[in-house]
């Protein structure tokens, strides 16, 4: 199973990116797919997870929007209305459910998301 996220960048606050996920060895659509993110020095958070549902954290609510292409094998993050905070490396990872880290069993490498002000 692998994992590739990609899409990350450069962008000024205010600014969009999408994140997508793409996976090989695992049909996604069988799968809860998470986004974490971690800014060195504190811990990993979750940011949103889609599963039957969607999931939000507080801080990304109304701005993020998760999302799957079955066809593609393919998860996407939606960011709108980047703020600096939202700089991190950003992850997905696949699990059997929707919650804390540890549900999640397979890990992509990270893409950067860094958002100036």
């Known amino acids: 199973v692998q994992l590739q996220a990609s899409g990350g960048g450069l962008v000024q606050t205010g600014g969009s990116l999408r994140l997508s996920c793409v996976a090989s060895?695992?049909?996604?659509?069988?799968?809860?797919i998470g986004w974490f993110r971690q800014v060195p020095g504190k811990e990993r958070e979750g940011v949103s997870c889609?599963?039957?549902?969607?999931y939000y954290s507080d801080s990304v609510k109304g701005r993020f929007t998760i999302s799957r292409d079955n066809a593609k094998n393919t998860v996407y993050l939606q960011m709108n209305s980047l703020k600096p905070e939202d700089t991190a490396v950003y992850y997905c990872?696949?699990?059997?459910?929707?919650?804390?880290?540890?549900?999640?069993?397979?890990w992509g490498q990270g893409t950067q998301v860094t958002v100036s002000s």
């Open positions: 990872a696949t699990g059997e459910a929707c919650g804390p880290e540890n549900l999640f069993d397979y």
């Open positions: 060895g695992v049909n996604l659509k069988y799968y809860s």
């Open positions: 889609i599963s039957s549902n969607t």
